[in-house]
Structures are given as structure tokens and as C-alpha cells.
């Protein structure tokens, strides 16, 4: 992307909300070759810039009837090719949900990065992930720890499978409860205030994670789980399109852009409605005076419930104060639709297509969308002409 620079000199700290941009600062990441013994103890000062631009982007949280402590798409990397035919790449990343988002991150390599859900618990995940990372510096390390499981050590070349089959044989911690607590606590050092509520939900996540391993599913409340749900094992070992695995869990090199996000506090985790009042304005905010872009805006079938909610024209108001090019591309998911979608390969019951943001803006102000089937549709006609029906 022409304008979308990589490692822009962060702008001096500003009154009000951009103040907490100072949080988007580079260094402060350890070294990649350095294994920790034990989860290493968090420092004994706050990230007071992270936490305060976590508060100063973020709206009140709102219920969603999933837990979304992993995907529920065995598609979402069938998109890669076409982010990479694109060009899409640096800038910033904005996104939903858990983390399939570091694979698109890891394939994009943004300078800085956004994650948005309408759930606190989201946010408090994030927070958790961020934990793991730090403290882990191998892949092994970061999967043993997430799974409470007693394995760990260097990664170096291992696929994907080879991974998952490593800790698939791992034995669970003598003392888990242990390695959670200080998962937790190194988590809480972030800064952002976390009540006793806060805490036994990242304790209830890692629990789960502990309790159900690599066969973990995404999991619904009132609705009946569906057969397609992939596991957490089956989320790993998935391909692109070429199928070449590339998870930011396939290869150490794309662990080790994410770890180093993460531990720089440039993946941050937001509370806000895509179509609310806030949120993506104030990323927006902060992402144009950093100088940026936004490269790819990952936004699952969201959309799917801003019409259903009559709140769509939001999003598109929304996304028209965010910092775009002519190849920023939100990342959409699709599962049921009115118009055949021929990108979905069989075996998936979801599919991935990306769409140019200036396209729907452009679509939108034509009036040509004004249904989520009319959205897909000029999704699909923008993207592949031929296929339109």
C-alpha cells in the first residue's frame, strides 16, 4: 500500500484521547532467543499508556450469546492468497474476535494493530493472550502454557502438525492452578482495571482452555453447538487455498511478529460496537495522526447482525472517518447467504472474501446496498466481476 509506512516515528503525546497514543510505542520487546524457565514475573510498574488508550478507545461492554475463545471458521485462512495478490500489508489492523486474528496480522505485518468486540471478555482474553505471549518465546512455549500442559522448549523448524503432536502427548501441570495465577497476574500488569469479576473470567478462559486442550470448539449459550465448529487442534493444522499451513502458530517467524507486538503494546484490545459511537472513530483518531492506514479490517459476519440490529448505516459511518486507501480490504466471513458464494471450498461451511473499503463506501452511497444479501453481492461483483451474478 503506497502511503501505509512500517515503523512511523510515534508523534509526541497530545491532549486528550491522542495523549494515549503514546501507548503505540516501539521497543520493549525481549529478545527471541530468551526462554523463560517458569512464567516469568510481570514488572512491578503498570503500562499505564496502554491501559489508558484501552480506556480512552473503548465503549461500555454489551452480552453476545457465544464465549468466542476460538474461531468458528475453518476458513479463515483460505483468504491469504488474495490479501497477498493485493498487496495488502503494514499500516494498521483492526478486528474482531479471538486469535485468528494474529494469523491475519502475521500475514499483513501491520505496524500497529486494533482488536474490537462488543464483549468485555474479549478484551480480558486479549489481555491474557498478550500474557502468554510474553512470557512464552517459542511457539511450544506458548501452546503448553495456554494448555497448562508440561512441555515447552524451542520450536525451531517444527510444522505445524508436528506441534500439535508434541502437545497432544504433553502431560497436564503438576500444579496448574499455579501457572494460571501467574498468567493472571501478569495479565493484571498491564494497567487496565481488572475487578474480581474481571479476574475469575481470565481464570474461567484459561481454565477452559486447560480443561478441553486441543479439542477446545467455540461454544454457544442458549443455541445448540453446530457439527462444523472446528477444534482448536483443527484451527492449527488448516491451510490457505495452496495448502500451505500458515497460522501464526505454523512457523516461529510469524510467532515472533506477533510476540514482539504484543510485548511492545501495539495489539490493543478495544470494548466497542462496530456501528457504535466511539470506538472506530477514535481508532480512527489515533490511526491518522500516526500518519497510517488501515491495511485490513477483519470484521468476521458481523455486519450480518448490524442489519439485523438496523444499524448498519453506523459501521458505514464508521468506516467513513477511518484512514483508507484504494487496497484497504475488510475481511469478511460468510456462512448462510441469499446469492451462491463459489469461493467456499467443500468440506468449510463458511467462506472468506475481502471487499475494498472506498468499493462499499462507494456501493453504499449509490444506494446499492441496503440489505446484507446486497452488501455480499457487491462484495462478490467487486472482487470478481466475472462471478457476479
Do not use: K
Not at 497436564?172 to 493484571?188: D, F, H, I
Not at 438496523?310 to 466471513?333: K, Q, W
Not at 472468506?352 to 461483483?381: C, F, K, M, T
Amino acid at each position: 500500500m503506497s502511503a501505509v509506512r512500517r515503523g512511523f516515528p510515534l508523534p509526541l503525546v497530545l491532549a486528550g484521547l491522542l495523549a494515549c497514543d503514546g501507548a503505540l510505542r516501539s521497543g520493549g520487546a525481549p529478545e527471541a532467543g530468551t526462554r523463560p524457565a517458569s512464567v516469568p514475573a510481570a514488572g512491578a510498574g503498570a503500562d499505564t499508556g496502554f491501559a489508558a488508550l484501552v480506556a480512552a478507545l473503548s465503549e461500555p461492554g454489551r452480552y453476545f450469546d457465544t464465549d468466542n475463545l476460538i474461531s468458528n471458521e475453518s476458513s479463515y485462512l483460505h483468504v491469504l492468497g488474495d490479501l497477498e495478490a493485493r498487496g495488502v500489508e503494514g499500516g494498521a489492523y483492526i478486528g474482531v474476535g479471538p486469535d485468528q486474528n494474529f494469523s491475519y496480522m502475521a500475514a499483513v505485518r501491520p505496524a500497529m494493530a486494533f482488536i474490537v468486540d462488543i464483549r468485555r471478555d474479549n478484551l480480558l482474553q486479549h489481555l491474557w493472550f498478550r500474557a502468554l505471549f510474553e512470557a512464552s518465546s517459542s511457539r511450544l512455549d506458548y501452546l503448553c502454557l495456554m494448555l497448562v500442559r508440561r512441555c515447552g522448549g524451542p520450536s525451531g523448524s517444527l510444522s505445524a502438525a508436528a506441534l500439535v503432536a508434541r502437545v497432544d502427548r504433553a502431560e497436564p501441570a503438576t500444579e496448574p492452578a499455579a501457572v494460571m495465577e501467574a498468567v493472571l497476574r501478569r495479565a493484571a500488569a498491564y494497567g487496565v482495571p481488572l475487578d474480581a469479576s474481571d479476574r475469575e473470567t481470565v481464570r474461567r478462559i484459561h481454565g477452559r482452555f486447560a480443561a478441553a486442550g486441543l479439542d477446545l470448539r467455540f461454544n454457544t449459550h442458549g443455541r445448540t453447538p453446530r457439527s462444523y465448529y472446528p477444534t482448536l487442534r483443527g484451527l492449527l493444522l488448516e491451510t490457505d487455498r495452496s495448502g500451505r499451513q500458515a497460522s501464526y502458530l505454523a512457523d516461529e517467524g510469524s510467532y515472533a511478529f506477533i510476540r514482539d507486538m504484543q510485548a511492545a503494546g501495539r495489539v490493543v484490545p478495544v470494548v466497542g460496537d462496530l456501528g457504535g459511537p466511539h470506538a472506530l472513530r477514535a481508532i480512527g483518531s489515533v490511526v491518522r495522526r500516526r500518519g497510517e492506514a488501515v491495511s485490513a479490517f477483519y470484521v468476521s459476519n458481523v455486519e450480518y447482525y448490524l442489519f439485523g440490529d438496523g444499524n448498519f448505516d453506523g459501521f458505514v459511518r464508521n468506516l467513513e472517518g477511518l484512514p483508507a486507501e484504494e487496497e484497504s480490504v475488510l475481511i469478511r466471513s460468510v456462512f448462510r447467504t441469499p446469492i451462491p458464494m463459489p469461493d467456499a471450498l467443500p468440506g468449510h461451511a463458511s467462506t472468506q472474501v475481502l471487499h475494498a473499503i472506498p468499493a462499499l463506501l462507494d456501493a453504499w452511497e449509490r444506494g446499492r446496498i441496503r440489505s446484507y444479501g446486497d452488501l455480499l453481492e457487491a462484495g462478490l461483483s467487486a472482487s470478481r466481476p466475472s462471478t457476479a451474478g
